[in-house]
């Protein structure tokens, strides 16, 4: 048996429709290779792992990496790589936007080239295109172009290119000091390279989805400017404790907001006005912190989480007003005890938002 020449790593979620049409333009366009997919599966719902193995059992080059309670297209990616033995691995998107035409090119020219570390699937280069894209998301895209860029400080036309090739030495020597988190693996491998990458890059065009639905979100931005950040100052404060900073600011700010409102519109004693305005934080604190975590599985996997985090939050609403109350009445201003009393109050939601998202 021959051994495995190159290893199409595919992550996915939700992605059932894809995958068949997806092997079937793999072994068309790699005929003549020794090559093998790994569709890393962020357990799905709409049952992709299970359309996977159905082609694994008739066809031995395709395997499923099925992940429960695990998500996130960059760690899906580093585990993928890391369960494959051939010499070179590419990265590619399972919703046909990336062109499989060009794997031949890439992978000829990172071999005919030993001092390459990596090949790039560029839309950004001459012959490349993004195809009919919206100003807006042409616009998002540019922006974090010009700061991948500015970061990375190499002269790479398209750091957010998920179509990618490398050499597993390169990812062996690098995939320790990964970030793993988000949906920018290529900009994590030159941000944790301790050397300097030598990469050429291919032009394609970038192609509309096949099926499903578009995985580009709020979350998506938020996870690339946290691992801007975390390469760029990570080294000298951590990440998590400023985004709690951060956090608790924001919070603090918004309970002194909602406090002035309610003691001009309300006019109602300070217990009720206090426990009013934590209970609205609490609910606005769960709601921002959703819209950072992973997809949930639906209305149920939401209210479960909702209950946990309220009732979990609520212990925290007690106290912060118990402390707020035990202080307005020893003779703090209301606007003072308030905020004293919200601090506590998002220390506990801190905790309780951990609890719930197990982040």
Same mark, same amino acid.
């Given at each position: 048996?021959?051994?495995?020449?190159?290893?199409?790593?595919?992550?996915?979620?939700?992605?059932?429709?894809?995958?068949?049409?997806?092997?079937?333009?793999?072994?068309?366009?790699? @005929?003549?290779?020794?090559?093998?997919?790994?569709?890393?599966?962020?357990?799905?719902?709409?049952?992709? =792992? #299970?359309?996977?193995?159905?082609?694994?059992?008739?066809?031995?080059?395709?395997?499923?990496?099925?992940?429960? $309670?695990?998500?996130?297209?960059?760690? @899906?990616?580093?585990?993928?790589?890391?369960?494959?033995?051939?010499?070179?691995?590419?990265?590619?998107? @399972?919703?046909?936007?990336?062109?499989?035409?060009?794997?031949?090119?890439?992978?000829?020219?990172?071999?005919?080239?030993?001092?390459?570390?990596?090949?790039?699937?560029?839309?950004?280069?001459?012959?490349?295109?993004?195809?009919?894209?919206?100003?807006?998301?042409?616009?998002?895209?540019?922006? @974090?172009? &010009?700061?991948?860029?500015?970061?990375?400080? =190499?002269?790479?036309?398209?750091?957010?290119?998920?179509?990618?090739? !490398?050499?597993?030495?390169?990812?062996?020597?690098?995939?320790?000091?990964?970030?793993? &988190?988000?949906?920018?693996?290529?900009?994590?491998?030159?941000?944790?390279?301790?050397?300097?990458?030598?990469?050429?890059?291919?032009?394609?065009?970038?192609?509309?989805?096949?099926?499903? #639905?578009?995985? !580009?979100?709020?979350?998506?931005?938020?996870?690339?400017?946290?691992?801007?950040?975390? &390469?760029?100052?990570?080294?000298?404060?951590?990440?998590?404790?400023?985004?709690?900073?951060?956090?608790?600011?924001?919070?603090?700010?918004?309970?002194?907001?909602?406090?002035? !409102?309610?003691?001009?519109?309300?006019?109602q004693t300070f217990v009720f006005t206090q426990l009013l305005v934590s209970l609205v934080v609490l609910m606005v604190f769960f709601m921002f912190n &959703?819209?950072?975590?992973?997809?949930?599985?639906?209305?149920?996997?939401f209210a479960w989480e909702a209950v946990s985090f309220s009732s979990f939050g609520c212990i925290g609403v007690v106290i912060n007003v118990s402390i707020?109350?035990?202080?307005?009445?020893?003779?703090?201003? $209301?606007?003072?005890?308030?905020?004293?009393?919200?601090?506590?109050?998002?220390?506990?939601?801190?905790?309780?938002?951990?609890?719930?998202?197990?982040?």
């Amino acid at each position: 048996m021959l051994s495995v020449q190159i290893t199409i790593v595919i992550p996915t979620y939700n992605e059932k429709d894809n995958v068949k049409v997806l092997v079937e333009k793999l072994s068309s366009t790699l @005929a003549g290779c020794s090559w093998e997919a790994i569709f890393v599966d962020d357990d799905s719902p709409d049952g992709t =792992a #299970e359309v996977v193995r159905d082609i694994a059992r008739k066809d031995a080059r395709v395997r499923c990496l099925q992940r429960i $309670g695990r998500k996130g297209l960059s760690s @899906a990616c580093i585990e993928g790589m890391l369960s494959c033995s051939s010499d070179y691995m590419a990265v590619m998107d @399972a919703d046909m936007q990336h062109d499989e035409a060009i794997l031949p090119k890439m992978l000829e020219t990172l071999k005919g080239n030993s001092d390459l570390d990596i090949v790039i699937g560029s839309r950004y280069v001459e012959g490349g295109g993004v195809g009919q894209w919206p100003a807006i998301r042409k616009l998002i895209s540019s922006i @974090a172009t &010009k700061i991948g860029q500015a970061v990375l400080r =190499a002269d790479l036309k398209d750091p957010m290119s998920g179509f990618f090739m !490398l050499r597993q030495s390169f990812f062996r020597q690098t995939v320790r000091k990964l970030n793993g &988190k988000g949906f920018k693996i290529l900009f994590d491998l030159f941000a944790s390279s301790s050397t300097k990458v030598n990469f050429q890059e291919v032009p394609y065009d970038f192609r509309q989805r096949n099926a499903g #639905e578009s995985k !580009l979100d709020f979350r998506v931005t938020f996870d690339y400017g946290i691992m801007v950040l975390d &390469k760029i100052i990570g080294r000298y404060i951590s990440i998590r404790f400023l985004l709690f900073f951060i956090n608790s600011i924001l919070v603090l700010l918004l309970h002194y907001f909602l406090l002035m !409102l309610a003691a001009i519109f309300l006019r109602q004693t300070f217990v009720f006005t206090q426990l009013l305005v934590s209970l609205v934080v609490l609910m606005v604190f769960f709601m921002f912190n &959703k819209t950072r975590s992973v997809k949930n599985d639906g209305v149920y996997k939401f209210a479960w989480e909702a209950v946990s985090f309220s009732s979990f939050g609520c212990i925290g609403v007690v106290i912060n007003v118990s402390i707020a109350y035990c202080l307005f009445d020893f003779g703090l201003t $209301g606007m003072l005890s308030g905020l004293i009393g919200g601090s506590i109050g998002a220390l506990w939601n801190y905790i309780a938002i951990k609890q719930v998202f197990r982040k």
